[in-house]
């Protein structure tokens, strides 16, 4: 079964390598929405500017398949010299509980991390929408993004 450590391993690949965008507009990220099963927006631009990382811009975004024809959207951002990297999925699909992340709680709500690679990694759920972050910020950067969707 494709859980989330699959899905982080594969995250991470992509973020340290990524694939050129499908999708260069952030207005139409909500195409990828069928392919993913659930709502993918843009709330990374307001989490980062709310967790105080300046001058984020969207990069870009495209399907990544997981196996089992699981899909997340990968959604690409640069931030002053980072890269950062999301992935929005379907949580009932991929669940995120097993995992080999540390689990915190951050505003009453579970959330985890940890460092795969050398990258930060970070994942959460809210209401069936699962949230995965990959970046070379750290790890309480990736905490507080993850944790404010």
């Known amino acids: 079964e494709a859980g989330l450590d699959t899905l982080l391993d594969e995250l991470v690949s992509q973020h340290a390598d990524p694939l050129p965008p499908e999708e260069k507009n952030p207005e139409d990220l909500t ?21 105080k990382v300046e001058n984020a811009s969207f990069d870009g975004a495209r399907i990544h ?32 509980e097993r995992t080999r992340l540390k689990p915190r709680v951050v505003r009453q709500a579970p959330v985890y991390v940890g460092n795969l690679r050398g990258f ?30």
């Open 65 to 96: 398949r997981v196996r089992d024809s699981k899909n997340a959207a990968a959604l690409q951002y640069k931030l002053k010299g980072h890269r950062l990297t999301l992935y929005v999925f379907d949580s009932r699909k991929i669940p995120i």
């Open 31 to 51: 195409r990828l929405e069928p392919y993913v099963g659930v709502p993918v927006r843009r709330p990374a631009l307001t989490v980062l500017r709310n967790a």
């Open 120 to 149: 930060s990694v970070a994942a959460a759920e809210r209401e069936g929408v699962g949230y995965a972050i990959a970046s070379d910020l750290d790890e309480d950067k990736s905490v507080q993004m993850v944790a404010s969707f």
